[in-house]
């Protein structure tokens, strides 16, 4: 994981952070008065407009996520007649939704992504369900003390005279922040983010009583993080390529319209590409990407990396000569050619033997000349080819430059693979490559 990525970095950060630092300021500051109406417009749009919104994009987590904010609200509101109480049911409705409220925030963390299907919603519905009862239970008329665990000392209670929070609520939110966090940072998906920053907003909004104003005003900002997750991942699947997690092929074109020289552009490709895939599998070849791409992502001379398809990805040097570019992009090659992996056995089902198939086995006999190197230890090495140019009096366009930069990948194919070959470079003309060459 690289801590000190940017991108990382202010995906996590942003809008989330955004928002929840307004909601503080709007509230807390009193820069600017916001009155009952305005708050309670804010909390119902935000809530009605984020469900139909996530139902729309099949995010069974946000749905639930909103779901679960709003009863959690409504049950502390109604069993503490909508003022904070210090005791009765009010006081354990406080209690229960604090304990359980970040348990299921780290339930949606741990689960995949299987959209609105009936028997996923129906089993999340019946979760919510016995929480449901358990809290009418606990909360009934009289009681003046809920259940033992939910209000234990786990330390000195001087430690948190700053909150109305019990200790052991305050440790699951700690563990619900920290599940969302890692998950964030192995997996950067915009959702992971809203949750986490959701919840920061819940933490505020019990922290404030959880009932009246400025409790429903902490909500429906934790709703509107959420909302505003669905719509950054829509941009990450149209913008990024969701295998390597490099931008895609319409962020490489909307980078070109914004091109100005001095610039670079750099093809690559992976050599005996198909031939990998013929040999040791579609999951494995799957592995090849993302370890190329892994390698790309940290080009150095500032260089941005896009995949582009299939085993082909793109480099942009901005502000860039080609002759600064050449050593950055063979300490590239080099770095990518002494990387070893492993195969990961069992994931390519499709491989699995089915009996004698003659047409298979010619085509690995035929791409065994070529396949990719398999080492004494198992393990595979790969290699990439790569072709680079610049605009030049010829080839002012953008267009014209990725062009050069194609006709010097394909003379670096023909050369033996596993070069850098530069645009213009004089060398002896040989056929030209079609396009599926591997």
């Known amino acids: 994981m690289d801590f000190g990525n940017k991108g990382r970095l202010r995906s996590l950060l942003i809008p989330g952070v955004l928002w929840l630092g307004a909601a503080v300021v709007l509230l807390q500051g009193g820069f600017l008065p916001i009155s009952p109406a305005a708050i309670d417009f804010y909390y119902y749009a935000v809530f009605a407009a984020g469900i139909l919104l996530a139902w729309r994009f099949h995010s069974s987590r946000v749905v639930f996520a909103l779901v679960i904010l709003l009863l959690a609200h409504r ?79 786990l330390m000195q209670h001087a430690w948190f005279h700053w909150t109305r929070m019990p200790q052991l609520a305050l440790l699951v939110f700690v563990l619900a922040w920290g599940t969302l966090l890692v998950r964030f940072l192995l997996y950067q998906k915009p959702v992971e983010a809203g949750l986490l920053w959701s919840l920061a907003a819940t933490f505020l909004a019990l922290q404030s009583g959880g009932v009246g104003r400025i409790s429903s005003a902490y909500l429906a900002t934790g709703a509107l993080i959420l909302v505003s997750s669905i719509i950054e991942n829509s941009y990450v699947l149209a913008y990024h390529d969701e295998l390597t997690g490099l931008p895609a092929r319409r962020a490489f074109n909307e980078t070109l319209l914004q091109l100005e020289a001095p610039y670079a552009v750099a093809v690559v490709d992976i050599d005996h590409f198909k031939s990998f895939n013929d040999t040791h599998g579609h999951e494995t070849g799957d592995q090849v990407l993302r370890m190329v791409a892994a390698s790309l992502a940290r080009v150095t001379g500032g260089g941005k990396a896009f995949r582009v398809g299939g085993e082909e990805f793109s480099i942009l040097f901005t502000g860039k000569s080609l002759k600064e570019t050449v050593p950055h992009l063979e300490a590239l090659r080099t770095a990518i ?6 195969v990961r056995r069992g994931e390519e089902r499709r491989s699995a033997p089915r009996g004698p198939d003659r047409r298979v086995a010619a085509r690995k006999k035929a791409s065994r000349a070529s396949a990719p190197a398999q080492l004494s230890d198992g393990k595979l090495s790969v290699t990439v080819s790569i072709g680079v140019a610049e605009p030049t009096p010829r080839t002012q366009e953008v267009e014209q430059v990725i062009q050069a930069a194609d006709k010097a990948l394909y003379r670096a194919k023909q050369s033996g693979r596993n070069r850098v070959e530069v645009a213009g470079t004089p060398r002896a003309r040989a056929p030209r490559l079609k396009r599926g060459i591997a």
């Open 337 to 342: 050619e002494e990387s070893r992996f492993r």
């Open 75 to 153: 049950a502390v509101e109604f069993f503490s007649m909508g003022r904070a109480v210090s005791a009765g049911p009010g006081r354990i409705a406080f209690e229960a939704i604090a304990f359980l409220l970040p348990l299921n925030f780290i339930v949606l963390s741990l689960i995949r992504e299987r959209g609105l299907g009936v028997p996923f919603i129906a089993s999340r519905l019946g979760l919510l369900f016995l929480e449901s009862v358990f809290v009418a239970v606990i909360c009934r008329p009289g009681q003046t003390l809920g259940p033992a665990f939910l209000h234990a000392a």
